[in-house]
Each structure stands twice: as C-alpha cells, then as structure tokens.
C-alpha cells in the first residue's frame, strides 16, 4: 500500500524558513500533479501550492514570493521551501499526489511559526 510520509515540519520565529518534504513509499503510476495543502486551526484546509508533471506552478497569493514548490520525479517526492514564514502560516501541512485513477494524501506535518 503506498503512503505518502512527510517530513521538516517544526517550530520555527518568524521570518525563519522551513522546507517539507513528502515521499510515497511505493510506485505510484504516473503523478499528474503534487501538491501541499494546509489546515488551520478552524479554518479549511486550502491549497498552498501545486506543481503538474511538466513543472507549472500555481501558488495561493497569501504564499507568493515566499514558498517555493518543486518535485523529483524519479523519487516521487514534492518539496516546498517556505521563507519568510509568518504567524500566519501555522498550520498542519498535508501533501497531495493526483494519479492515475486516484489521489493520495499524506498524514500532516505541523508548521508553527512564533512571533
């Protein structure tokens, strides 16, 4: 069964950088797109960051400039460098691979940024 494991979640001050990492454990055929999502406390979760398998990016404007997304296609893996982080930006991050035929989501990794 494949898994997506996340990692390089922490706490961190503002103005810091943090970069996640999510890696699925097995083969998954053909990844269309490979993203990160967030979910703060009461609030939805939403989407942070996508990259499709020919390198687009679309990013949510309150992350623009900050966060870069980027992916390894030969290792399944997604990336986000997040810079500049601010009080805001704390929440559970999950990341998101769209396959062939279904989507798998990671397990969450917990971003707090402190003033």
């Known amino acids: 069964q494949v898994q997506l494991v996340e990692s390089g979640g922490g706490l961190v001050q503002a103005g810091g950088s943090l970069r996640l990492s999510c890696v699925a454990s097995?083969?998954?055929?053909?990844?269309?797109?490979m993203g990160w999502y967030r979910q703060a406390p009461g609030k939805q979760r939403e989407l942070v960051a996508r990259?499709?398998?020919?390198?687009?990016?679309n990013y949510v404007d309150s992350v623009k400039g900050r966060f870069t997304i980027s992916r390894d296609n030969g290792k399944n893996t997604v990336y986000l460098q997040m810079n500049s982080l601010k009080r805001e930006d704390t929440a559970v991050y999950y990341c998101?691979?769209?396959?062939?035929?279904?989507?798998?989501w990671g397990q969450g990794t917990q971003v707090t940024v402190s003033s």
């Open positions: 998101h691979f769209q396959a062939v035929g279904r989507d798998y």
């Open positions: 097995g083969s998954i055929f053909s990844i269309n797109v």
């Open positions: 990259i499709t398998s020919g390198g687009i990016t």
